[in-house]
């Protein structure tokens, strides 16, 4: 039986809330990378279970029903919007379980779409979001899931969310490309989390990189740089900087989440698919890529600091229901999993993620978000 003891905490003056420009941010910091998923050898042959669910709190249908989680050193967070005019927070441990109450916060009813969720240095960054007019406020809470500190509307100006970065020390790195094809801007917003809870932003407007297109950045940081990496480009604490790639790297890349000095470790890959070579390198912070003549094939282990992810693939069902699988280098390594519960309605909002130990399946099913751990052997 779920023991709800919920707090309604108000948040009034979230409407009210005004957003500035603000001084460059202070460095965000190297955040305590979170443990990786397994890598290959501990999950050859593997075999997963999905086991009893977890009941978090009551949550509404359609989007922005399932949870979402974020983990920190010792412990984690679970968010979902239960309700219009509501956001939901629990504190939950790494094997899924609620060490807390639910938290309720209120929040203008078209502000309650959880657009991500990071764990800081002892504090979490909770992002809201509405998609008319756009709008995304930032909020600092404390482990506990109470806030802390008052809520902040992001500049966004004419642009929608791309990506927001993993979680830095202190922050974390929005990129937003245009809205409409005549914005011929990428905004790129620095979020700091000061110890107090208080939010600050920054904010720099380059020329679009690819304009037309949605681009999707990958972020390293360092004690003093956050560096976020286009196929053509790179973005230094905010300054876009002309960076081509390789032509024999056609099948993407992959760069080091963290870097120290001048020097971020990059892999790319030849071809995409399954045939592709790898090639080592390093990523300058002057936009110069260099790497290795000799290349890997895609099934070797790779090198440290790069590690094997395992990803999973949601699929749901014609008439309702969801099946899971995991992947590993583009290769199906497990069978189909169909999730056992009936009446699931968050679809392709279904998620598994890693939570340092094991995977843990969110879903909302039966006007409830739920997660389930989902142990591998």
């Avoid at 008319?132 to 100006?157: H, K, N, S």
Wanted: proline share 10%.
């Amino acid at each position: 039986m779920l023991v709800r003891a919920v707090a309604l905490v108000a948040v009034a003056n979230l409407m009210h809330a005004t957003a500035v420009v603000a001084k460059p941010a202070p460095p965000l910091g190297v955040h305590a990378p979170a443990p990786l998923p397994p890598t290959e050898q501990r999950v050859r042959a593997r075999s997963c279970a999905v086991t009893p669910p977890v009941e978090l709190g009551p949550t509404r249908d359609g989007s922005g029903g399932a949870p979402r989680v974020a983990f920190g050193a010792r412990s984690g967070l679970a968010g979902w919007s239960p309700r219009a005019n509501r956001l939901a927070l629990r504190p939950i441990d790494r094997a899924g379980n609620p060490t807390g109450p639910v938290v309720e916060l209120d929040v203008p009813a078209d502000l309650d779409l959880v657009e991500g969720l990071r764990a800081l240095d002892g504090v979490y960054l909770v992002l809201l979001s509405a998609s008319v007019p756009t709008r995304v406020f930032a909020l600092a809470v404390a482990p506990t899931g109470a806030p802390i500190g008052e809520p902040l509307q992001l500049d966004i100006g004419e642009h929608l969310i791309d990506v927001v970065s993993d979680a830095a020390a202190h922050g974390v790195v929005v990129y937003a490309g245009g809205n409409h094809p005549n914005e011929r801007t990428a905004r790129i917003i620095t979020i700091y989390v000061s110890a107090d809870g208080s939010i600050s932003q920054s904010i720099r407007d380059v020329a679009d990189p690819e304009p037309g297109t949605r681009a999707f950045p990958q972020f390293s940081f360092s004690a003093r740089h956050a560096v976020g990496v286009l196929p053509e480009h790179i973005i230094v604490d905010g300054q876009l900087r002309q960076s081509p790639e390789d032509p024999a790297i056609t099948g993407g890349r992959l760069i080091a989440p963290t870097f120290v000095g001048d020097k971020i470790q990059i892999v790319g890959f030849t071809v995409r698919g399954d045939d592709g070579n790898r090639r080592y390198g390093t990523l300058s912070l002057t936009g110069k890529r260099r790497y290795e003549r000799m290349e890997e094939t895609r099934t070797d282990p790779p090198r440290p600091p790069f590690d094997d992810e395992v990803r999973w693939v949601v699929n749901p069902q014609d008439g309702g229901g969801v099946t899971i699988v995991a992947g590993l280098r583009g290769k199906v390594m497990e069978r189909e999993i169909k999730l056992p519960w009936p009446n699931i309605t968050s679809g392709n909002e279904t998620r598994i993620e890693w939570t340092g130990s094991q995977e843990l399946a969110l879903y909302a099913a039966g006007k409830k978000a739920q997660l389930a751990p989902l142990p591998c052997k």
